[in-house]
T-cell receptor, first 118, second 109 residues
Framework: GAVVSQHPSWVICKSGTSVKIECRSLDFQATTMFWYRQFPKQSLMLMATSNEGSKATYEQGVEKDKFLINHASLTLSTLTVTSAHPEDSSFYIC??????????????FGNGTRLTVT | GQNIDQPTEMTATEGAIVQINCTYQTSGFNGLFWYQQHAGEAPTFLSYNVLDGLEEKGRFSSFLSRSKGYSYLLLKELQMKDSASYLCAVIDSNYQLIWGAGTKLIIKP
């Protein structure tokens, strides 16, 4: 089945530093990848849509200069949380859709990254 | 606006059957997904419905009625490991995925 690998699984960083999270589709190609954030006991919130070879599309209220997204290839997207602050502590999850299976095919999720900013 | 409603929390007994409902109002419809999410983990895909009717997959079944904007996920022979949140998501006419807030299912022995 389709596998999405996300690294790191968890990270603790100091306030003001930057953290990079990688999302890879291991056995399929993804023109589009999605980045979500989830706070405890809350639903998934879409942050941005990452498009291979072009700029990401950010949801309203998400700062594009703070959450840098790069989708350099059909199998890799990265999210960099710049100048992280404690309020950025959350569970970040990436997902991808197999481009060979159409826009109604299921999203496959990475295992998520738990970010704690101290 | 676009809206997906599902109960916040449900409780059921091990070995029993539970039905989790989802109603939606979206701009167009291109399919409905159910995902399972255990606490602290990412969602995993359970089912996809795009036509009316029942899709059965082992202990889990999912039903769709497009005219009523309604779906349910049916879980049979409940096991303790089924304790999780169940997320309903709809693909709208722009192929955007609209997520429900999820239903937390608690299984009691």
């Amino acid at each position: 089945g389709a596998v999405v690998s996300q690294h790191p699984s968890w990270v603790i960083c100091k306030s003001g530093t930057s953290v990079k999270i990688e999302c890879r589709s291991l056995d399929f190609q993804a023109t589009t990848m999605f980045w979500y954030r989830q706070f405890p006991k809350q639903s998934l919130m879409l942050m941005a849509t990452s498009n291979e070879g072009s700029k990401a599309t950010y949801e309203q209220g998400v700062e594009k200069d703070k959450f840098l997204i790069n989708h350099a290839s059909l199998t890799l997207s990265t999210l960099t949380v710049t100048s992280a602050h404690p309020e950025d502590s959350s569970f970040y999850i990436c997902s991808a859709r197999d481009r060979g299976k159409g826009e109604s095919s299921p999203l496959h999720f990475g295992n998520g990254t738990r970010l704690t900013v101290t | 606006g676009q809206n997906i409603d599902q109960p916040t929390e449900m409780t059921a007994t091990e070995g029993a059957i539970v039905q989790i409902n989802c109603t939606y109002q979206t701009s167009g419809f291109n399919g409905l997904f159910w995902y399972q999410q255990h606490a602290g983990e990412a969602p995993t895909f359970l089912s996809y419905n795009v036509l009316d009717g029942l899709e059965e997959k082992g202990r889990f079944s999912s039903f769709l009625s497009r005219s009523k904007g309604y779906s349910y996920l049916l879980l049979k022979e409940l096991q303790m490991k089924d304790s999780a949140s169940y997320l309903c998501a709809v693909i709208d006419s722009n192929y955007q995925l609209i997520w429900g807030a999820g239903t937390k299912l608690i299984i009691k022995p």
